[in-house]
């Protein structure tokens, strides 16, 4: 569950980013969170990852308390939250598989758990037989659905999706929230940052409007304000 | 978590030699300073080594008055072991002293023509502490019944200098060349990281602990490290044997004696090791710092 109350977040060259927030997400709800650029979008995420903390506010994700969380619990909250970014950021030299063995290793997985749960989630996003390929042989809609894989490799609560389909022409846009989708109803709570109105718009679920540090609208569907 | 050994460590070896070149200049100027501390601590070593040997066998000689009869001079003997800084006398008659004389001199005409009377009694008085043997001799010189001293102060303040100098040196090297080589390691390793700041990205964002991340750098450090002193210790070795040759083959430095290396091989193995380790680590410690920072 990710909790904001009264957030706010004032940058030291002085930018208010966020202006009193509160926020409430259930575990497995599937939301949008738009807005312009600038309107803090950006800001929440970094608040979610532990990567900033709040100037005013409470913060608590996955049971993580963010205002007071210790250096050592970082890595336990960003455990609990998959990451994924407009672009990609996959490693290029090493392969679809080695991409997500290497996120496994990194949190200490057994060799045993790696080789029983990747096949597992390249199947969940359709890329089982790209296993051995390079980032760069594939396409971006494909390298988007490794990134989705790597954030769902650790098993986490949450996942988070900083403009997922940025870089994507509107038909992969939509096979990555579909993909979305599919793991929200397998059980995930997933937030998706984006501003592609259209995109939102077609499917039916929760938006949260953000405009200039500030939620001004809260409901089902883009115009629910 | 428990420490995967066996992952930081192909890790560890896999950047070294990711940066191939620049491990192989790292690892060369570090052997380079173990190599300079090694030689200068050795010499200072030797030359204390060869202070001990001198000092056991340096003595003043204490001429007593002619004048004494057996019992002051006995006498002489017994205030001249209170002195301070004095280990040892020992009695050598005239006698004794013209057949030392006719030991060492070839000049047959003079060992013809010697007598006893041309020598005189004496105490040969032996130190403790060499640094301080001018204080002695001149103790001995102001003691009752002694007429003259005789002794060696060049050959004693040469080897002091020698020491004393190579000891500073070799601890102001050690200091500096320290420095330097946790410098030029801790580059090397700094360009691992700045080669290998897209894993770090990943592993920080799916949760990977600070020390996770560390590891592999830490033993590339420790590697770098420790190849370096077993490189520099089989160089140090090299060039000991060859000095210690050569000076045991010169005629003017006979009075120079080596301590053989297979002697202290020991103490340098584990001096070069800890050295190359607190290096290496210190190194890549030192290059990891910015990444406490979560």
Redesign the interface.
């Known amino acids: 569950m990710i909790r904001l109350k009264d957030v706010e977040k004032e940058y030291e060259n002085g930018t208010y980013a966020l202006r009193g927030i509160s926020l409430t997400i259930e575990d497995g709800e599937f939301v949008f969170l738009v807005g312009p650029s600038g309107s803090g979008k950006s800001t929440i995420i970094k608040l979610l ?2 990567e900033i903390l709040p100037t005013a506010g409470r913060v608590v994700v996955n049971g993580f308390s963010l205002t007071k969380i210790s ?2 619990q ?7 939250i ?2 994924i970014f407009q672009d990609f ?1 996959l ?2 030299k090493k392969t679809v598989y080695e991409n997500l063995s ?2 496994m ?4 997985a057994s060799p045993r758990t790696i080789r029983s749960r990747i096949p597992y989630v390249l199947e969940l996003v359709g890329l089982e037989e790209k296993a051995d390929q390079y980032p760069h042989e594939l396409s971006g809609g494909e390298q988007q659905r490794v990134a989705i894989a ?1 954030a769902l490799v ?1 098993n986490p609560y949450t996942i988070i999706a900083d403009e997922p389909t940025g870089n994507l022409d509107p038909a992969r846009s939509l096979e990555i929230m579909r993909l979305l989708n599919r793991i929200n109803e397998l059980g995930t709570t997933v937030v998706i940052v984006t501003h592609e109105r259209d995109l939102v718009n077609r499917f039916h679920k929760r938006v949260v409007l953000l405009e200039a540090g500030q939620i001004t609208g809260d409901g089902i569907g883009y115009d629910a304000r | 978590m428990r420490h995967d050994f066996g992952y930081f460590m192909r890790e560890g070896v896999g950047n070294l030699f990711s940066h191939g070149f620049m491990s192989f200049a790292a690892i060369g100027i570090t052997v380079a300073c173990l190599l300079i501390m090694g030689t200068f601590s050795l010499v200072a070593y030797n030359a204390e080594k060869l202070l001990e040997t001198l000092q056991s066998e340096y003595e003043i000689l204490a001429f007593v008055d002619e004048g004494y009869n057996d019992a002051q001079t006995k006498a002489v003997g017994e205030a001249l072991k209170k002195l301070p800084n004095v280990k040892a006398v020992e009695f050598i008659t005239r006698e004794e002293a013209m057949e030392a004389f006719e030991e060492r001199t070839l000049d047959d005409y003079m060992r013809a023509h010697i007598e006893p009377d041309m020598f005189r009694d004496r105490y040969a008085v032996y130190v403790n502490d060499l640094n301080t043997v001018n204080q002695t001799a001149k103790a001995v010189h102001d003691a009752d019944g002694v007429d003259d001293v005789r002794v060696d102060e060049d050959i004693a303040g040469g080897f002091i200098l020698v020491r004393n100098v190579a000891g500073a040196v070799s601890l102001t090297l050690i200091a500096i060349l320290l420095v330097v080589s946790v410098f030029i390691i801790s580059n090397t390793i700094r360009l691992t990281t700045f080669d290998r700041r897209d894993e770090i990205a990943v592993m920080k964002m799916v949760g990977a602990t600070n020390w996770f991340i560390r590891w592999p750098f830490v033993y590339e450090g420790f590697l770098l490290g420790l190849l370096s002193s077993v490189i520099a210790f089989g160089l140090q070795w090299l060039v000991y044997a060859t000095v210690a040759k050569s000076i045991a083959a010169a005629d003017t430095l006979q009075f120079l004696r080596t301590v053989p290396f297979a002697e202290i091989w020991r103490p340098v193995a584990l001096s070069f090791g800890a050295a190359g380790v607190v290096i290496g680590v210190g190194g890549s410690l030192t290059a990891i710092r910015k990444f406490l920072q979560v």
């Open positions: 990852t532990g250096d050592r970082i890595p336990l909250l960003r455990r609990s998959g990451v950021r490693i290029e290497f996120a290793r990194a949190v200490g790597r650790n």
